[in-house]
């Protein structure tokens, strides 16, 4: 007898294999993205979005200045 849901074979194996290596990498790696990128997220010290240049200008070495 077979069990309802389960798939028999070769191709249900595989689904099997392939589900329980994706657990696998995901217990052990967890989200590999965040939901969120730097650009989207802001800075902590106002909340607004740093742009390319400002970020450039702040790190400009003293003997550039």
């Known amino acids: 007898m077979s ?3 389960q798939t028999h074979g070769p191709a ?4 099997r ?3 329980a290596r994706r657990r ?3 217990n052990v790696f967890g989200d590999v993205l ?3 990128t730097r650009d989207e997220q802001g ?3 106002d909340g607004s ?3 390319t240049d400002e970020v450039l200008r702040r790190d400009v070495p ?3 200045g």
């Open 62 to 64: 003293p003997h550039h």
């Open 49 to 51: 979005v740093d742009s």
């Open 43 to 45: 800075s902590a010290e």
């Open 17 to 19: 294999r392939r589900q």
């Open 3 to 5: 069990e309802a849901g």
């Open 24 to 26: 696998q990498v995901a």
């Open 34 to 36: 965040p939901d969120t």
């Open 12 to 15: 249900g194996s595989d689904d």
